[in-house]
């Protein structure tokens, strides 16, 4: 994607109801045990629940075994049991297991890399309302991969990601206003898209739209909501945003002028891997601050 940059410097069961029921409680237990290890890290815990529940027929479940094997949290990485679960959770209409295998195609992680696997998956996963598979497929369209470049159907996909809101569907809906592609170049529009993009936690949204604020693109400059847009980006692990908010602070800009601040946000950058933010840390370390 084109993005804006600071220049310079993602059972059988006799009574139904009882089955039911039954049925619910271990589905649930799969979620709220995943949910409840997320910021422990201990997903072992969550793999043998939720294996339970996939040999049930809970589709949500396939799909979270298929990303515990995906990413090797709690057990072995293995691309082919990630893709066996992903295919077992899309055949239960899980749109998320349906996006994920067309990631894995897409990817060429575990499977030879097919972009018209992928295009197939993430077109399924979109009709079962999963923002991230429509949003895949107008990447897909987007760059003209397995696909000719259509940035009207790109636009089409990123506007339903968007209204099932998926963060970046917003942001790249955003980026063709931006930018122009497809549509008239508007950049109050591009603005309303970043800001849902970042409403919903899309630190690139948040990114863009302080860049918009900080250059005064589309809309009056104004470096307190460049500030506050460039602070929330850096939460969210963006090393962009914390570069671009170091300058207002090396600079005065909106804020007080105050360089060990700046430097501070330099340096963040620089752990969150942004190259120009080592950089620029560098230079106010020689300078003594």
């Known amino acids: 994607m084109n993005c804006l940059v600071k220049i310079p410097l993602f059972a059988c069961c006799i009574v139904g109801l009882f089955c039911m029921n039954a049925y619910a409680a271990n589905e649930m237990a799969c979620k709220q045990v995943f ?17 339970e529940g996939c040999s049930l027929g809970f589709g949500f479940d396939c799909y979270i075994v298929g990303v515990l094997y995906h990413n090797g949290r709690g057990i072995r990485l293995d691309y082919s049991k990630a ?8 055949n239960l209409n899980e749109g998320h297991g349906c996006k994920n295998l067309g ?14 696997k992928a295009k197939t998956y993430y077109k399924k996963a979109c009709s079962l309302n999963s923002g991230g598979g429509c949003n895949n497929l107008g990447v897909l369209y987007n760059y003209g991969r ?18 099932l809101n998926e963060g970046e569907g917003c942001f790249n809906l955003g980026t063709l206003y931006y930018n122009g592609y497809g549509v008239r170049q508007e950049l109050r529009t591009a603005n ?10 899309n630190a690139q949204g948040c990114f863009n739209l302080g860049v918009l604020y900080d250059d005064g693109k589309g809309t009056e400059q104004d470096y307190s909501k460049a500030k506050y847009y460039y602070e929330k980006a850096c939460s969210l692990g963006m090393g962009g945003g914390c ?28 752990d969150l891997g942004y190259l120009e933010g080592c950089h620029n840390y560098k230079l106010l370390n020689k300078q003594g601050y």
Not at 36 to 49: D, M, Q, R, T, W
Not at 83 to 90: D, F, G, I, P
Not at 192 to 201: E, G, V
């Open 83 to 90: 893709k066996a679960y992903y295919e077992e959770a899309c």
């Open 35 to 51: 949910l409840s290890v997320f910021l422990s890290g201990k997903f072992e815990k969550a793999v043998p629940i939720c294996k």
């Open 146 to 163: 397995s696909v000719g470049q259509h940035y009207s159907t790109a636009k089409t996909y990123f506007e339903r990601a968007c209204s």
């Open 192 to 201: 309303n898209y970043f800001t849902k993009a970042c409403n919903l936690d």
């Open 243 to 270: 570069n671009n908010l170091a300058f207002l602070y090396r600079d005065g800009n909106g804020v007080r002028q105050n360089k060990t601040i700046a430097k501070g946000y330099f340096r963040k950058a620089c």
């Open 103 to 116: 990631i894995l195609y897409a990817d060429g992680q575990g499977v030879i890399q097919d972009f018209n």
